[in-house]
């Protein structure tokens, strides 16, 4: 990603947060204003303009839907100004309108932090944190490709490439610059294939998908290893080839690739000889052994 589009989605994650820093308290409003009592009432006198301006806008006498709101907000002036605690913190607020992060964090630990859904505040980890890890992934991923585009090696191949396309015909300044983009464009796609260690950043592999596939994953593990311990610990039936090959690998610690890539006979000598029993694959190695002091 260029690093224009970083920029952007750092900015879009940041402003995405905006609305918060500014949804608190009575938004626009003033709590005291909105009850219509002054800023040095006390507790009684608070709640005897709510009672009385909640009965006026209450949405049963007033179906409108500005007095609706007014309702809506009249109560939630009241929920901060009834408790001592809330309004202290509101009035500091009011004397302090510059510090707009910690009057809003105070707002929301106040509001949410005993009352959040551990869920939300979970999902929302997980956005935050796959957000970095996509950001950092396509940074890597960059600087990768860029390291790859210095070096000689590419420089070379590129090179090649573009004689090979043109015909070696390169001094025809226009025409070699057009193909040049081209083969630029083809020479880096087949190489940032190849580039290792520095995966194109993919959304599956994010922590967030990861979670939320979490149950499925943990799900199909469950059952095959049940109807594992079924077949072959119970029932007592032959390896299946799939679950054979599987053992082979296993034991001979194959990756997954390599093991794919095989030919077919090597796959049958190999999972013929049941190596995933211990005897057996002692006698392997040393079957193997003998063979390459033989060669020697
Ligand atoms: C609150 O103020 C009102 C009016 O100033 C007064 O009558 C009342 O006694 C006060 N209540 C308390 C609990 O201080």
């Not at 995405?16 to 507790?43: F, K, M, R, W």
């Not at 006498?61 to 007095?67: F, G, L, R, V």
């Not at 596939?213 to 109807?227: A, E, M, N, R």
Request: glycine fraction near 4%.
């Amino acid at each position: 990603m260029e690093p224009v589009l970083r920029w952007l989605a750092i900015f879009i994650l940041l402003s995405s947060l905006l609305p918060y820093i500014h949804a608190i308290y009575c938004e626009e409003d003033d709590c005291y204003d909105l009850l219509g009592v002054t800023q040095s009432a006390n507790a009684s006198e608070i709640k005897k303009a709510y009672y009385k301006l909640s009965l006026k806008y209450h949405p049963d006498k007033n179906p409108d839907p500005e007095s609706r709101k007014l309702f809506v907000k009249i109560a939630n002036a009241y929920e901060i100004l009834k408790d001592e605690a809330t309004r202290e913190q509101y009035d500091y607020a009011i004397a302090h309108p510059e510090e707009v992060f910690y009057n809003a964090a105070r707002y929301y630990h106040a509001y949410y932090g005993h009352k959040t859904d551990p869920r939300a505040v979970l999902v929302g980890l997980l956005l935050i944190l796959s957000a970095f890890q996509y950001l950092n992934q396509w940074t890597r991923y960059t600087q990768a490709i860029s390291m790859v585009k210095r070096t000689p090696a590419y420089k070379n191949r590129l090179r090649a490439l573009e004689l090979e396309r043109s015909g070696g015909i390169t001094n025809k300044k226009k025409a070699s610059k057009h193909i040049n983009k081209k083969v630029e464009e083809e020479l880096s796609n087949e190489l940032e294939l190849q580039i290792q260690g520095a995966e194109k950043p993919c959304l599956w592999n994010l922590i967030v998908v990861w979670f939320i596939l979490l149950p499925y994953t943990l799900g199909k593990l469950i059952f095959w290893k049940g109807s594992w311990i079924w077949r072959y610990t119970i029932y007592k039936s032959a390896y299946s080839w799939e679950d054979a090959c599987y053992l082979t690998q296993r034991s001979l610690r194959v990756p997954q690739e390599a093991w794919r890539t095989l030919d077919e006979s090597k796959k049958n000598d190999l999972v013929g000889r049941r190596l995933w029993v211990k005897s057996n694959m002692e006698a392997y190695l040393t079957e193997l052994r003998k063979e390459v002091k033989r060669r020697r």
